[in-house]
């Protein structure tokens, strides 16, 4: 068998002061009599990460080429001054022009940490031009993987790539709409669209980067998410996004309708334990998302609903619950889902999936607008307190409930009591917070507060 090494030494100081430079350290092999030599190498070499030599400075090659002006060579007394030559077979060895002649000549090898060439980040090491590996070695070669990540194997990169294909809202208008979540850390990112839609652009905390607010940014380079991200758009309409990443955090394609049927094809790599649940996780509803252009004069976000909006019709009355059986029983055995086909709650064109039975998150919440959209009632709310929280919640988040009965009945400017469960559609494209027309949405008190609480106590912790 073969000898065993021990550990490395410590690393050398750098070869150079400034600019171009290696250090060094060394191992020994460990090995007895009747054993092998050790296999690998007893050095390794690294790139020093030093600041640029000053202005004036004397290149590395050409400092030693003119160690030897003063030195008499090819057995004549002749005396030269030596500069670079780069068209010699071996650029690893010290291979210098006799300024103001036609010759040159070989005074052996380099010094280590000199450049292979002067338009080359390879360096020499032991008369050898070695590239260094993405972890510094020179030799090494390390490389990083699809997703940036140095050394990283086969398995730890994924590629996304898909073909986003959305249906407006069923109320006949257009607005913004969730394309897909591009998660931290992603690499080679390219969105496509060929429409007279608009592609738009979320920070992680909810803020447009691009074409959003209904306001369209000019074509050209933005830096966005610690990448440089160049959106371009030509003149039948063909836009794309593209940035080479790696993204400091995650970013929300939207896109803004102005036409059906937007055909949107998108890729991305991104880390597997990213990659994997992004599609999983719910993504925040634009500003804006389903709601109409302002030419075409809808009921506007926080303006006030009709009269009759959530009165006795063909919606009946509404069903308030309350007393203390009710209150546990939102809050300990949430049926939802149950008897409930969501005919009304059809999002993407698609019927939603009923939500399965789970316990709900309870909170206190004030009403900042409420708004009609398509068949569905959307309320907009600042998150005050939680009281029982089974999934994240955000300061500001939107709570839908599917009619537009107006049950429960809610008042801007008001703070509520309420039970939502969150609901995930079967192509887990859509992730929403929901509120039944029969739900727990009572008006804050402390004595319902208290209550609340005292609920909890009964129910136990979430499972």
């Given at each position: 068998a073969s000898g065993t090494w021990g550990s490395w030494g410590p690393w050398s100081i750098c070869s150079s002061s400034c600019g171009d430079g290696v250090a060094l350290r060394m191992r020994r092999c460990l090995r007895v009599s009747t054993e092998e030599l050790c296999r690998g190498e007893p050095r390794q070499y690294r790139v020093c990460q030093?600041?640029?030599?000053?202005?004036?400075?004397?290149?590395?090659?050409a400092m030693q080429c003119s160690l030897y002006d003063t030195k008499p060579v090819l057995g004549t007394l002749a005396r030269y001054r030596w500069v670079p030559f780069h068209g010699a077979p071996n650029v690893?060895?010290?291979n210098c022009l006799a300024a103001g002649h036609n010759f040159y000549y070989t005074f052996g090898r380099v010094l280590d940490g000199t450049r292979c060439s002067p338009d080359s980040p390879d360096l020499c090491v032991g008369g050898r031009c070695l590239s260094a590996g993405c972890d510094g070695i020179l030799g090494s070669g390390v490389q990083p993987d699809a997703?940036?990540?140095?050394?990283?194997?086969?398995?730890?990169c994924i590629f996304v790539?898909?073909?986003?294909?959305?249906?407006?809202?069923?109320?006949?208008?257009?607005g913004y709409l969730n394309v897909t979540k591009i998660p931290a850390g992603a690499t080679n990112?390219?969105?496509t669209d060929k429409s007279r839609n608009y592609l738009a652009l979320m920070s992680s905390d909810q803020r447009y980067v691009l074409n959003g607010d209904w306001s369209i940014a000019w074509p050209g380079a933005y830096e966005v998410a610690g990448t440089r991200l160049l959106y371009a758009r030509a003149a039948d309409g063909t836009e794309s996004l593209e940035a080479p990443g790696p993204t400091a955090e995650e970013l929300h394609v939207m896109v803004l309708l102005q036409e059906p049927n937007?055909?949107?094809?998108?890729?991305?790599?991104?880390?597997?334990?990213?990659?994997?649940?992004?599609?999983?996780?719910?993504?925040?509803?634009?500003?804006?998302?389903?709601?109409?252009?302002?030419?075409l004069d809808p009921p506007p976000l926080g303006s006030p609903l009709p009269d009759d909006f959530g009165t006795a019709g063909h919606c009946g009355k509404c069903r308030i619950p309350k007393g203390h059986s009710q209150r546990i029983h939102h809050f300990c055995q949430s049926d939802f889902g149950k008897g409930c086909n969501w005919e009304a709650g059809a999002w993407n064109g698609t019927p939603a999936a009923p939500l399965t039975p789970a316990h709900p998150t309870v909170f206190q919440a004030r009403i900042v607008a409420t708004q009609l959209v398509g068949q569905e009632t959307r309320h907009e709310v600042r998150v005050l307190t939680r009281y029982r929280r089974r999934f994240p919640l955000l300061p500001r988040e939107y709570v839908w409930v599917p009619s537009t009965c107006g049950c429960p009945r809610l008042q801007r400017g008001r703070r509520y009591v309420l039970m939502v469960q969150r609901h995930i559609n079967r192509e887990h494209t859509l992730n929403r917070i929901v509120l039944r027309t029969d739900g727990y949405a009572r008006p804050w008190s402390v004595r319902e507060e208290r209550r609340v609480r005292e609920a909890a106590h009964r129910c136990g912790p979430p499972p």
């Open positions: 030093l600041e640029g030599c000053p202005r004036g400075a004397v290149p590395f090659r690893c060895d010290l997703c940036g990540q140095c050394g990283g194997g086969p398995g730890t790539h898909r073909l986003f294909q959305g249906v407006p809202p069923s109320s006949g208008y257009f990112i390219k969105v937007p055909r949107i094809e998108y890729e991305f790599w991104a880390p597997r334990q990213h990659g994997a649940s992004a599609l999983r996780q719910r993504q925040p509803q634009p500003r804006g998302a389903g709601s109409p252009q302002p030419s």
